[in-house]
């Protein structure tokens, strides 16, 4: 078992993800772990890195596939006996004009954006080290799309003492909501991707609660951030930002000094605490 530190990014192999790569292996001390579904774009990710100069490692992982993240984290525990930094930037967004119904939008961006995330903590944060760094990166959309919810809706989702549990059935409603089409009857805003982000944020602030109440003295820190308006397939080409501009708050919480104290469990944009 190395003592080498390990950082781990997912959904890597190109855009938002493969800028944090890049940016983690030019500061972070350790093995920087690029992930994607497939292997052959991976490891293309990898030997483009390699000709920047730049030293990355490949694992598969599909946060789809339960088996895929349980391979990734025993890989991590016999390798390193854990892992430092964990970025969950793996996620997915159906296109404005996409004509696929709403309901299926719904269900597959959640999945993957709120379901698969969630099952990349539950595997792995057991694994994080004391002063390790969790960084789920979310989306503004996360709060224009709270501010379309109903006053209870916004309210549960503020709550501080809302429970995974709590969340997880409130994101299969949702899901179920738009299968029976009354979704915005009960208080769902129009948009697939800003709910699964409200999950990710939400969620992120009931991990740092649980890390606070059973892991204090580990000085483990999680957030989750908005990269902003990016420069890649999924947000297209008339954003604002390149990705190496998007990846500076990922990265900026990856590296949090080991004195640091927080933020925890907050929602960053721009390096600064925004207000949930």
Request: hydrophobic content about 35%; glycine content about 8%.
């Amino acid at each position: 078992m190395s003592n080498v530190p390990v950082a781990v990014v997912t959904g890597s192999n190109k855009g938002i993800g493969f800028a944090i790569v890049r940016a983690l292996c030019k500061q972070f001390p350790g093995d920087v772990y690029l992930t994607a579904r497939d292997p052959g774009r991976g490891r293309e990710a990898v030997a483009k890195l390699q000709e920047e100069g730049l030293h990355a490692l490949f694992h598969q992982l599909d946060i789809d596939d339960l088996q895929s993240i349980r391979a990734l984290r025993d890989f991590l525990k016999e390798k390193y006996g854990g892992l430092n930094v964990l970025v969950n930037n793996a996620g997915i967004a159906f296109k404005v004009h996409d004509t696929t119904p709403f309901a299926v939008q719904a269900e597959v961006t959640l999945k993957t954006n709120f379901f698969g995330t969630r099952n990349v903590c539950t595997e792995l944060l057991p694994l994080v080290k004391p002063y390790g760094r969790v960084v789920n990166v979310s989306s503004m959309a996360s709060s224009s799309a709270l501010g379309g919810c109903s006053r209870e809706l916004q309210q549960k989702f503020r709550s501080n003492t809302i429970t995974e549990d709590e969340l997880v059935e409130l994101m299969t409603k949702f899901v179920e909501d738009t299968k029976k089409s009354v979704h915005e009857r009960e208080g769902w805003p129009n948009t697939a991707y800003g709910v699964s982000k409200i999950g990710v944020t939400v969620l992120s602030r009931i991990q740092a609660r649980m890390l606070n109440e059973k892991r204090k003295g580990d000085h483990i820190l999680l957030n989750a951030c908005c990269p902003g308006w990016v420069r890649t397939d999924m947000a297209g080409p008339r954003a604002t930002k390149s990705p190496d501009e998007g990846a500076e708050t990922p990265v900026y919480l990856a590296l949090l000094p080991s004195d640091a104290d927080g933020p925890h469990g907050q929602f960053v944009s721009n390096k600064t605490v925004q207000t949930w």
